[in-house]
């Protein structure tokens, strides 16, 4: 499984971005697609996941309300809306690919794109 992960930028506070995770390779034997970020200086949190049976969602609480998480099949994506950002969701966010469904445990993930800015400016 390859993930690509885009759509980073500058933004100003109060603005909006839309990640995209594009996946290829066995991606019907994955679960769950979640989404990371990493700040510098800071340990990889996790923002939010979705389950690829029945398309559950589950968001960290700093995300709740304002990021969205949902996928399109037919394209092999997956896409983080984020709304309302702040400066504090500035970090590169990373997409990952696990088998276990509904985890927030980086270490339950087995693929990771790359990587891609998202800089938030006050």
């Known amino acids: 499984v390859q993930l690509q992960a885009s759509g980073g930028g500058l933004v100003q506070a109060g603005g909006s971005l839309r990640l995209s995770c594009a996946a290829t390779?066995?991606?019907?034997?994955?679960?769950?697609i979640g989404w990371y970020r990493q700040a510098p200086g800071k340990q990889r949190e996790f923002i939010a996941g979705?389950?690829?049976?029945?398309?559950?969602?589950y968001y960290a609480d700093s995300v709740k309300g304002r990021f969205t998480i949902s996928r399109d099949d037919a394209k092999n994506t997956v896409y983080l809306q984020m709304f309302s950002l702040i400066p504090d969701d500035t970090a590169v966010y990373y997409c990952a690919a696990a088998y276990l469904s509904g985890s927030r445990n980086a270490e339950s993930y087995e693929y990771w794109g790359q990587g891609t800015q998202v800089t938030v400016s006050s």
């Open positions: 390779g066995l991606i019907f034997s994955v679960n769950n």
């Open positions: 979705i389950s690829r049976s029945g398309g559950g969602t």
